[in-house]
T-cell receptor, first 110, second 115 residues
Framework: DAKTTQPPSMDCAEGRAANLPCNHS???????VYWYRQIHSQGPQYIIH???NNETNEMASLIITEDRKSSTLILPHATLRDTAVYYC???????????FGAGTILRVKS | GAVVSQHPSWVICKSGTSVKIECRSL??????MFWYRQFPKQSLMLMAT?????????EQGVEKDKFLINHASLTLSTLTVTSAHPEDSSFYIC???????????FGPGTRLTVL
């Protein structure tokens, strides 16, 4: 499984964009990048995923570099409710297994 | 996305007893279900993967005789912690995936405390 590297924590001002980086330099050509978040004492919530093109949905945007060795999750207008642990995961190509790393603790402050 | 429920949301039991946790898919046919465990201030650790009608596949270091998994239907999977001990106290989370989706959806989790 390709490993990911994320900063342990980040702060963001309420209303501003939150940009969460992730490095996955050993990603294989058919592996997807997934983002989940976990609010305290809840199960993880799916945010977005992509292969090589940038993706956007109602929650966030995912920007993947051309060499696919890194990506950035963008929350365009962070709110206090976005405070959570954000996990960047590279999914193995032959199954649904997700391997969680330590993630990034995002603190949105008013 | 899929709606996943877990029951109970929390449970306290005495050491030596068995506890069953249910994971239900409310609107989705889950061909594959996963069980994770999360200790305080740690990340999720996959315990086992189960496909409907088949025996579960356990991750290395997870005792299959202690953590019994049954995936009897496309909407229900159960995890039974047998002869629970205080070190089994943890947050147990299920997730599910379908045959035609790349995305895994998680339940809200069950907090188990063994006294």
């Amino acid at each position: 499984d390709a490993k990911t590297t994320q900063p342990p924590s980040m702060d963001c001002a309420e209303g501003r964009a939150a940009n969460l980086p992730c490095n996955h330099s050993t990603i294989s050509g058919n592996e997807y990048v997934y983002w989940y978040r976990q609010i305290h004492s809840q199960g993880p919530q799916y945010i977005i995923h992509g292969l090589k093109n940038n993706e956007t949905n109602e929650m966030a945007s995912l920007i993947i570099t051309e060499d696919r060795k890194s990506s950035t999750l963008i929350l365009p207008h962070a709110t206090l409710r976005d405070t959570a642990v954000y996990y960047c995961i590279v999914r193995v190509a032959d199954g649904n297994k997700l391997v969680f790393g330590a993630g990034t603790i995002l603190r949105v402050k008013s | 996305g899929a709606v996943v429920s877990q029951h109970p949301s929390w449970v306290i039991c005495k050491s030596g007893t068995s506890v069953k946790i249910e994971c239900r898919s409310l609107d989705f046919q889950a061909t594959t279900m996963f069980w994770y465990r999360q200790f305080p201030k740690q990340s999720l650790m996959l315990m086992a993967t189960s496909n409907e009608g088949s025996k579960a596949t356990y991750e290395q270091g997870v005792e299959k005789d202690k953590f019994l998994i049954n995936h009897a239907s496309l909407t229900l999977s159960t995890l039974t912690v047998t002869s629970a001990h205080p070190e089994d106290s943890s947050f147990y989370i299920c997730s599910l995936a379908g045959a035609f989706t790349d995305t895994q959806y998680f339940g809200p989790g069950t907090r188990l405390t063994v006294l």
